[in-house]
């Protein structure tokens, strides 16, 4: 609730109240509240759904204080009954804060916040934990502020339903103002906290999977300084450091692809209604989807774009031929700092040719090590030149001399790769000699290209969700149409995921000399052979694989949404170096 006379606040002095549950996220962890409140990150957990469960009832509808000065019918012993008011909001601009206080319950001019915890009575000395303590004071001086007396503030714990009445003293007064003072000066700055060092409150926090806590850690400290080089053909892991398991360790939802042309995408509830000339061609869950890529003539209606822009699940937009217009998101990320932060890093040419020769690296290390896994017998030859223009990335001093380290690296690697591929009834098609495009020529350029085409969706909406800018690259130049930072990100998983989908896709007969139409001039695959290869490349990305640099279990597609919010921390100087995703 506000004044009755007052605008409110912000608005009218261009002041930003804080939130006073973001008060509390700030007590327990100032990364967390940053990540919450200047970046506005959000992700469940049981311990959040729970919360939310618990604040079902006190949530429901918003009321009106009663006038503290309203004494009339108020006994003159402070006997009132009290009157019980729910959800309530308050802001101070003297205070800088602003309220949905849970439940109060007010008695004359007398009022005691009651806030709804989620779990049961902590069993500690106080009964409660700190940021607790601190939102409640925070409620109860919002209270005062509003004219009432407010001397104690009570926690209700739901999962023992049970009330623990907190004295709200001097003491916890003057540590919420300093806290207050603190969350402020914290959301002021564009440098993130740094994480909690190997704490028990990370293991409950829904966010780690977003802060990378131990991650973070491990990347700045100076024994895992092989792991950062990337250049090293020793073993990368950042060693002496323990990183929790990530979790989840896979992506649950998946990219829905839609390719029948004619098509239209509708909604209904919380489904997609995929249909043409009103039949329905199939349906899906919104919880199970990540991405909506429509490929060429599908169209979607205003309420499903609506749908899925709040839902944050964004819209890829390819024609028919698999260019890729872009992509339709939602504005959920509300902080402008990380692209800020790219545009100087790409600005700057000591940062740029850093990240651009790791990137080289990891691609070539990553092609190496496919071919002296695969090839029989070992093409040591190769593997010896690739090895020799890879080392002399680290001494590259321009750009220029990268692309041709990296363009010759890649040579060499094609020049064997037909080596790996083992194709059940086109033999006498394969026809592959090493890279070419625009259009493909024969079907392993056909997979290839297609394969690169849907990875690097999957690499601009990675980067989206992290708040960059996909289309300004460091290493890739921008230029119109071209999503090239998606391209600086991808380049470490060429080999990783497409390479090795489009070998087990021509290797298992997934496609076969069928799934393709050829001309003199060019190779495409047909309708059905895209969809095979699809099925091959989507088993590749839900992969469990470990970790390299942390070692713990997760899927391909995770892996790729890691690093790009690493690539985002390095940007932000959060971590010391981008260190690509290299096998062994
Ligand atoms: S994971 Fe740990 S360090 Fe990161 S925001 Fe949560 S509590 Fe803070």
Redesign the pocket.
């Known amino acids: 609730m506000l004044r009755d006379d007052a605008a409110p606040p912000s608005e009218e002095a261009g002041v930003e109240l804080l939130p006073v549950r973001m008060l509390n996220e700030f007590a327990?962890?100032p990364?967390?509240f940053y990540?919450m409140h200047v970046e506005g990150r959000w992700e469940d957990n049981e311990f959040t759904l729970e919360g939310r469960e618990a604040h079902r009832r006190v949530d429901r509808t918003d009321q009106l204080l009663p006038d503290p000065d309203h004494t009339e019918g108020a006994s003159d012993d402070g006997d009132d009954e009290p009157v019980v008011v729910r959800s309530v909001s308050l802001g101070s601009l003297g205070l800088g804060l602003t309220a949905k206080l849970d439940l109060v319950e007010a008695a004359g001019d007398a009022a005691v916040p009651v806030d709804t915890k989620r779990g049961r009575v902590p069993q500690n000395p106080d009964r409660s934990w700190e940021p607790e303590r601190v939102q409640l004071m925070a409620q109860g001086l919002l209270l005062r502020e509003h004219g009432y007396r407010c001397d104690t503030g009570i926690l209700y714990f739901a999962g023992s339903r049970s009330r623990v009445t907190i004295p709200l003293t001097a003491s916890l007064e003057q540590r919420t103002h300093e806290l207050i003072q603190q969350a402020r000066e914290v959301a002021r700055t564009r440098a993130i906290p740094p994480?909690?060092d190997d704490?028990p409150?990370?293991n409950g926090?829904s966010?780690?999977g977003i802060?990378l806590?131990d991650e973070t850690l491990a990347l700045k400290r100076p024994d895992a300084s092989s792991a950062r080089s990337g250049g090293s053909d020793e073993s990368s892991e950042a060693e002496g450091v323990a990183v929790r398991r990530f979790f989840p360790p896979r992506v649950h939802a998946m990219p829905l692809y839609i390719q029948e042309q004619g098509a239209r995408v509708g909604k209904r509830g919380e489904r997609l209604i995929i249909s043409k000339e009103n039949v329905v061609l199939s349906e899906a869950r919104l919880k199970d989807i990540s991405q909506v890529v429509l490929m060429g003539n599908v169209s979607v209606t205003a309420q499903c774009l609506h749908l899925l822009c709040e839902s944050g699940i964004p819209v890829v937009h390819l024609s028919t031929g698999h260019w890729f217009y872009g992509t339709t998101t939602g504005i959920t990320l509300r902080n402008a700092y990380d692209r800020a932060a790219q545009y100087a890093a790409a600005g700057d040419p000591v940062r740029a040719l850093t990240l651009a020769k790791a990137i080289v690296l990891g691609k070539g290390l990553n092609q190496r090590t496919l071919l002296g896994r695969n090839v029989r017998p070992r093409p040591v030859l190769t593997l010896k030149e690739m090895s020799m223009y890879l080392s002399r990335v680290p001494s590259a001093a321009t750009r220029d001399e990268l692309l041709g380290l990296e363009g010759a690296t890649a040579a060499k690697y094609f020049s064997r790769f037909a080596e790996l591929l083992r194709p059940r009834d086109f033999e006498a098609e394969l026809d592959f000699e090493g890279r070419n495009r625009r259009p493909p020529t024969d079907p392993v350029n056909a997979l290839l290209s297609f394969g690169y085409a849907v990875l690097v969706k999957e690499c601009t909406v990675a980067l989206l969700a992290e708040g960059l800018d996909p289309w300004w690259g460091i290493y890739h130049q921008p230029r119109h149409g071209r999503p090239a930072l998606a391209l600086d990100l991808m380049e470490e998983f060429r080999p990783l995921i497409v390479d090795s989908s489009v070998i087990s896709a021509i290797n298992t007969g997934m496609v076969t000399g069928k799934s393709f139409q050829r001309t003199a001039a060019a190779c495409a695959l047909t309708p059905q052979g895209r969809k095979n290869y699809l099925r091959a490349y989507e088993g590749r990305m839900d992969e469990l694989v470990t970790h390299p640099v942390f070692e713990y279990r997760c899927s391909w597609r995770t892996v790729v949404r890691l690093q790009a919010r690493l690539l985002a921390r390095w940007l932000r100087g959060d971590i010391p170096d981008y260190v690509p995703i290299r096998t062994r």
Request: proline fraction near 13%; charged fraction near 15%; charge should be positive.
């Open positions: 327990y962890c990364r967390l990540l994480p909690l704490s409150k990370c926090c966010l780690a802060c806590p």
